[in-house]
């Protein structure tokens, strides 16, 4: 099993900036690939970015690149969201992911990630 929980969402003004965490605690975290997914009220969840156990792959929705940095610390346990030039239509409730991984890849699928956080709300006001 694998626990996770999120941190640093809130409310923040279009073209501010968040920062989101997720630890990691119950087995060995670099084992694992990570992603970052997240669904507005009446959507269907949707994958924001993921990174590889070693950090050194990583994959971005078309709709944050360039905004947005997904990040890990292995001797931490966890995986860091760097939001910026936040925009009013990334307000949503932003969950991370865990799926084991020990090889160089990410993973995109929802369906394809064994576990998940409880979610952290995100509010861009315009």
């Known amino acids: 099993q694998v626990q996770l929980v999120e941190s640093g969402g809130g409310l923040v003004q279009a073209g501010g900036s968040l920062r989101l965490s997720c630890a990691a605690s119950?087995?060995?975290?670099?084992?694992?690939?990570m992603g970052w997914f997240r669904q507005a009220p009446g959507e269907e969840r949707k994958f924001v970015t993921a990174?590889?156990?070693?950090?050194?792959?990583?994959h971005y929705a078309d709709s944050v690149k360039g905004r947005f940095t997904i990040s890990r610390d292995n001797a931490k346990n966890t995986v860091f969201l760097q939001m910026n030039s936040l925009k009013p239509e990334d307000t949503s409730v932003y969950y991370c992911?865990?799926?084991?991984?020990?090889?160089?890849?990410?993973?995109?699928?929802?369906?394809?990630?064994?576990?998940w956080g409880q979610g952290t709300q995100v509010t861009v006001s315009s």
């Open positions: 990174i590889s156990w070693s950090g050194g792959t990583t």
């Open positions: 119950g087995r060995t975290f670099s084992n694992y690939a």
């Open positions: 992911a865990a799926t084991k991984r020990p090889w160089e890849s990410t993973v995109v699928v929802t369906s394809e990630y064994n576990y």
